[in-house]
């Protein structure tokens, strides 16, 4: 199994970002995915994730409305688009996998909004 986070950059207040997460090694379509960070010296949290099945989503209050999470099983990957970021969304972010095999994370990419 392999989960592998791209997308993070340094951008300015309000800008936005997509980050994606190619997966491997499972049978992607079955299994939950979801979008969590770590700020530095808090834990990590659950940005925004899909239901076992896909078929509904949720996200952390923090980012509602702001952050969109969707994911293409053809292509094995899941996204999450990130507007209107604020200074408070720095973080590493980090894509898991749920399944009947056990739960699996990627390595992490690095977002940092700053001016």
């Known amino acids: 199994v392999q989960l592998v986070e791209s997308g993070g950059d340094l951008v300015q207040p309000g800008g936005s970002l997509r980050l994606s997460c190619a997966a491997s090694?499972?049978?992607?379509?079955?299994?939950?995915m979801s979008w969590h960070r770590q700020a530095p010296g808090k834990e990590r949290e659950l940005v925004a994730g899909f239901s076992s099945a896909g078929s509904s989503t949720n996200y952390a209050n923090s980012v509602k409305g702001r952050f969109i999470i969707f994911r293409d099983n053809d292509k094995n990957t899941v996204y999450l688009q990130m507007n209107s970021l604020k200074p408070e969304d720095t973080g590493v972010y980090y894509c898991?996998?749920?399944?009947?095999?056990?739960?699996?994370w990627g390595q992490g990419t690095r977002v940092t909004v700053s001016s």
């Open positions: 898991k996998a749920v399944g009947w095999t056990g739960n699996y």
């Open positions: 090694g499972f049978t992607f379509s079955s299994y939950a």
